[in-house]
């Protein structure tokens, strides 16, 4: 079982993925700090296998090849409109300060089928705690027990 993050900040991914560690052992976690890696991996693997995805909008800019020069990483649109091309499989996450963005993340989704969550970061990292945190909580809590009888379902089809 995976989730997938977008996320460019060190401090909350290492907060994020403390509390998924923590309670979700099981749970292999992706990282992407910005879109194109990360809609190269939404429309280029299957996602049977997610359990939840997490969109930030605002990317912070990255180091270019050449000395001095940034990359932009892109947004959460970017990757929005990558799974809108995907059969929804999951809860997506929008945590974004953005209100315009995040807005925009939910209504490409949203028109596609995929089930949206509007999570407002505030107070540094205790959003993560107090917000986050339990979203992503009750929703591997409720998908455990439906993905497991589809794996047992799809190992009998097998044997």
């Known amino acids: 079982m995976k989730v997938l ?4 900040n060190a401090e909350r991914r290492s ?6 560690k923590d309670r979700f052992p099981f749970c292999e976690i992706e990282f992407f700090t910005d879109a194109p890696t990360m809609i190269q ?12 995805i997490s969109l930030d909008h605002d990317l912070e800019m990255l180091p ?7 990359v932009d990483p892109g947004t959460g649109v970017d990757v929005a409109e990558g799974l809108s091309r995907r059969k929804p499989v999951c809860l997506v996450i ?7 963005g995040g807005d925009s993340m939910q209504e490409k989704l949203d028109a596609t089928g995929w089930t949206t969550l509007r999570v407002t970061p505030y107070g540094d990292l205790d959003w993560i705690d ?19 009888a589809a794996t047992q379902l799809e190992r009998a089809r097998e044997a």
Do not use: C, K, Q
């Not at 907060?15 to 998924?20: G, N, Q, S, V």
């Not at 991996?41 to 939840?52: C, F, G, H, I």
């Not at 107090?130 to 497991?148: G, H, K, Y």
């Open 5 to 8: 993050i977008l996320e460019d």
């Open 15 to 20: 907060a994020m993925e403390d509390r998924l």
């Open 41 to 52: 991996r939404v429309e280029s693997a299957p996602l049977d296998d997610v359990a939840l």
């Open 64 to 70: 270019g090849a050449d000395v001095g020069a940034l």
């Open 94 to 100: 929008v945590h974004t300060t953005n209100t315009i």
């Open 130 to 148: 107090e917000m986050w945190f339990p979203a992503v909580r009750n929703s591997i809590v409720r998908d455990l027990p439906e993905r497991s």
